[in-house]
């Protein structure tokens, strides 16, 4: 039984920064990518990053130059380092994976989901 488990989000103001993690219980990350997801209300979820089964890492164009991505592969535990926050990265960020080599465009096991709020 794979179970993703997101903490860490909360208010922050305009510029400022939050670390996400993702605890993956039931899995050998090592095998898995990774990625980090949002959906903001009335929007779309949309893909953040991606950290692949080689370490390799993805980032929407939004977020780059200010999302990081890691892994520490031994605790199972993904990360999403956000520095200089917006008011539009206001969503609720999920934690995905897949057992892929590579980042895919499906992931197969979500979290429920932790709440980012910024504020003025």
């Known amino acids: 039984q794979l179970q993703l488990e997101e903490s860490g989000g909360g208010l922050v103001q305009f510029g400022g920064s939050l670390r996400l993690s993702c605890v993956a219980s039931g899995i050998g990350m090592a095998d898995y990518a990774m990625a980090w997801y949002r959906q903001a209300p009335g929007k779309e979820r949309e893909a953040v990053s991606c950290i692949d089964a080689n370490g390799r890492t993805e980032y929407t164009d939004s977020v780059k130059g200010r999302f990081t991505i890691f892994r520490h592969i031994w605790e199972n535990t993904v990360y999403l380092h956000m520095n200089n926050l917006k008011r539009e990265d206001t969503a609720v960020y999920y934690c995905?994976?897949?057992?892929?080599?590579?980042?895919?465009?499906?992931?197969?096991?979500w979290g429920r989901g932790t709440q980012v709020t910024v504020s003025s």
């Open positions: 995905a994976a897949a057992l892929s080599s590579d980042c895919p465009r499906v992931f197969d096991f």
